[in-house]
């Protein structure tokens, strides 16, 4: 009886999604903000979200408290919570006490072999809200969340960074510490440096620079957060590493990213540099053709990459294209 129920009341809520709501249909979302099941909670926080029901955020508010009332139990994997962190605050929910509740929420529940915090989610979307709360003073703001920096979860410190990165100037020396502090995870090293790269423009291609030497994961996502500037002081940086006779290119697949990440400029010195590679036929001849190959869509590039392998007349190269561009009769 209570899963027919439940089925009822979801399907009924689903039958909601992307109608214009009427009256009944918002009373009937507000009710549902108070059932037990976390499930149907979470479907009315969306609709609530979607349809800007900003007349439903006391309800809100009280389903938010009401789940950290034994979570475990109350609001497995916290699906409710995450849905309501991400309500509250679109709908203008600028109460920094709720958030901090959050923020600092971890909720262990049963897997195989042991048991895991299903609360990642959670936290990452608190650190956005807080964020946008008025009342807090930018040096207060980042003590708030700079705990999240040193989360296990590591898509937790990805948010955290992106959080903390919209307080301006004042997080750069904290990203810049946390970029140098080792043993973190490459993609959220990439976060960091996209970060700094957008908060310090031109002045933060040195330091990100720095990580291309080691030629492994890191130096990669550094050389892409570079090239996405699209500025020439990104290019030199990625040059000079390309042109260094000790650069860490042993491996050919660094060779390949270097290369993608010149491409990826988008800048006239980038393809020039890399025709050249083609036209005297390097030894990374063929990367430089995949590189401007995934360029494709330029179709002045395009010609210009066909006439200049045909140019060169190897066979090796005109196979290498062909593999990139198929339409190509070379």
């Not at 040193?150 to 946390?178: F, H, M, N, Y």
């Not at 291309?212 to 996405?228: H, K, R």
Request: net charge negative; with cysteine.
């Amino acid at each position: 009886m209570a899963h027919r129920v439940f089925d009822e009341q979801m399907e009924a809520l689903e039958a909601l999604s992307g109608r214009t709501l009427d009256p009944d249909n918002v009373l009937f979302i507000k009710k549902s903000l108070s059932a037990r099941s976390n499930f149907l909670v979470a479907k009315a926080a969306r609709l609530a979200e979607d349809n800007c029901l900003a007349v439903l955020v006391p309800e809100l508010i009280a389903a938010f408290q009401r789940f950290f009332v034994n979570p475990e139990k109350s609001d497995p994997q916290c699906w409710a919570k995450n849905a309501l962190s991400r309500a509250l605050p679109k709908l203008e929910c600028r109460d920094k006490s709720l958030f901090l509740l959050g923020l600092h929420h971890h909720q262990m529940e049963p897997v195989w072999g042991g048991r895991s915090d299903t609360a990642g989610t959670l936290r990452a979307n608190c650190a956005h809200a807080l964020v946008a709360c008025e009342g807090i003073a930018n040096d207060e703001l980042l003590l708030l969340l700079i705990d999240l920096l040193a989360d296990p979860d590591k898509s937790v410190r990805s948010e955290a960074i992106r959080a903390i990165a919209q307080i301006g100037e004042l997080a750069v020396p904290v990203l810049r510490l946390r970029a140098l502090i080792p043993g973190e995870d490459p993609e959220v090293l990439s976060v960091c440096f996209r970060a700094l790269l957008d908060l310090e423009r031109t002045a933060g291609i040195p330091f990100v620079s720095r990580f291309l030497e080691s030629g492994d994961d890191t130096a990669a996502e550094a050389a892409f957060a570079l090239a996405e500037t699209h500025t020439q002081g990104a290019l030199d940086a990625l040059l000079n590493i390309h042109r260094n006779p000790v650069r860490p290119m042993a491996d050919p697949w660094f060779a390949g990213v270097l290369l993608n990440a010149i491409a990826l400029t988008r800048l006239p010195q980038a393809t020039d540099y890399l025709v050249n590679l083609i036209e005297r036929e390097d030894r990374e001849a063929h990367i430089a053709i995949e590189s401007l190959a995934k360029l494709s869509s330029n179709a002045e590039l395009t010609a210009r990459l066909i006439k200049v392998v045909g140019e060169v007349g190897s066979p090796r190269l005109s196979k290498t294209l062909r593999e990139y561009l198929p339409e190509t009769a070379l």
